[in-house]
């Protein structure tokens, strides 16, 4: 089956540094892939959709200056949170696949103190 | 604009017993697939069951089937001979090709188990 290792699974960063956090398909290629934030308590919303080899589409409200992603391959995708707030700490998880079959990294929990 | 709504917030099944879970949902597609996902407390999500709306037989998956009621919108999770490892948050969600294939999310429903 499709597996999608996303990393890390936790990070802790201070207030004004970035951090990069790497999805990556392991058995399979596929072009689109999309970025989704889940807050405590709160159900997943989406921030960005990513097709390789072109700028990623973002959704209304998220800053593309400040989650920058990377659509390096048909594999590889990452995202970077820059100038990291307090605010920002929330719960990441990537989607990768083709067709209809998409399967989700294991997500990655960000706490910026 | 396509939304999906989950109106039970919670939810208590006693263990062995059979539990419902309601979505509604809102398009104007006709072709889109439904899903249901678990996200126990490791956040991992995970897939118990999809639907395409063009198929008008209800999916089944094992203990978990759907009622899709496609001219109400509506599609609801049951789950049979409830186990203590079905205690998680569930979320139903919408995809549609012509809305970019990205999953739109209802607010989720925390089912808990009781023994």
């Known amino acids: 089956g499709a597996v999608v290792s996303q990393h890390p699974s936790r990070v802790i960063c201070k207030s004004g540094t970035s951090v990069k956090i790497e999805c990556r398909s392991l058995?399979?290629?596929?072009?689109?892939m999309f970025w989704y934030r889940q807050f405590p308590k709160q159900s997943l919303m989406l921030m960005a959709t990513s097709n390789e080899g072109s700028k990623a589409t973002y959704e209304q409200g998220v800053e593309k200056d400040k989650f920058l992603i990377n659509h390096a391959s048909l594999t590889l995708s990452t995202l970077t949170v820059t100038s990291a707030h307090p605010e920002d700490s929330s719960f990441y998880i990537c989607?990768?696949?083709?067709?209809?079959?998409?399967?989700f990294g294991s997500g990655t929990r960000l706490t910026v103190v | 604009a396509q939304t999906v709504t989950q109106s039970q917030p919670e939810m208590s099944v006693q263990e062995a017993e059979t539990v419902t879970l309601s979505c509604t949902y809102d398009?104007?597609?006709?072709?889109?697939?439904l899903f249901w996902y678990k996200q126990p407390p490791s956040r991992q999500m995970i897939l118990v069951i999809r639907?395409?709306?063009?198929?008008?037989q209800n999916a089944t998956e094992n203990r978990f089937s759907v009622n899709f009621q496609k001219a109400a919108k509506s599609f609801s999770l049951k789950i049979s001979d409830s186990q203590l490892g079905d205690a998680a948050m569930y979320f139903c969600a919408y995809r549609a090709l012509e809305y970019g294939n990205k999953l739109v999310f209802g607010a989720g429903t925390i089912l808990r188990v009781k023994s």
């Open positions: 398009t104007s597609e006709s072709d889109y697939y």
């Open positions: 989607e990768w696949g083709v067709n209809y079959g998409y399967t």
């Open positions: 639907q395409e709306a063009y198929k008008q």
């Open positions: 058995d399979f290629q596929a072009t689109t």
